[in-house]
């Protein structure tokens, strides 16, 4: 009888390495899902964050302190300071990389403000990857006169950090995510409007 229980326990020693070879490539497949997906989050909270300071940024100018004028919308995406709009967007994003960054921005510093209502322009830094949308018309106008609505757009493309297919699951269930010949590119667009008061 000893001598049974002691082969038994012999035989399902190697069990446990077994089932952890089975349950690896499943919790490592779980684990940096989660790190992509993660990481698309952070591209995201971001992005938002950089449109909100940069449609801010747009409408101060001459009802701040200062009486300075609205600042310019920029069109480069290479300012190393803050000065335009576009600019203080890179600068809020700081490590992402701006050659797959666009920016549109509408802004009363482009349109004109003297003899009539107040009207936005654009301009464009970057290649949209998609259709870039005109300014919505400002839908309290007749209510509120002498103020213009200004708009920025912000897009950027990336890929995940770890871009093997396994890997990119749980990122290719959002909708702005897609795999094209094994390669998985996200496109984030988020845009943000407010009324600025002309000059």
């Not at 035989?11 to 490592?28: C, I, K, N």
Request: hydrophobic residues 40%.
């Amino acid at each position: 009888m000893f001598l049974r229980k002691r082969s038994l326990a012999k035989d399902s020693r190697g069990q446990s390495l077994v089932e952890t070879a089975l349950m690896l490539p499943l919790l490592l497949m779980l684990i940096l899902n989660a790190v992509n997906f993660g990481y698309f989050l952070l591209i995201a909270i971001n992005l938002i964050s950089a449109t909100r300071n940069g449609i801010e940024y747009a409408i101060s100018g001459s009802l701040t302190p200062r009486n300075r004028p609205l600042p310019s919308a920029g069109g480069s995406l290479t300012g190393t300071t803050a000065t335009t709009v576009d600019s203080l967007i890179v600068q809020e994003l700081g490590a992402f990389n701006p050659g797959n960054l666009a920016v549109q921005v509408c802004s009363l510093s482009l349109g004109s403000g003297a003899g009539s209502e107040p009207t936005t322009s654009c301009a464009t830094a970057g290649s949209a990857p998609g259709p870039v949308p005109t300014p919505d018309p400002d839908p309290e106008s007749s209510t509120y006169p002498g103020y213009a609505l200004n708009r920025v757009d912000v897009w950027y493309s990336f890929q995940p950090l770890i871009p093997a297919t396994p890997f990119t699951l749980a990122v290719l269930t959002i909708p702005s995510c897609s795999s094209s010949g094994g390669t998985t590119t996200c496109i984030f667009r988020s845009h943000a409007e407010m009324r600025a008061m002309g000059s």
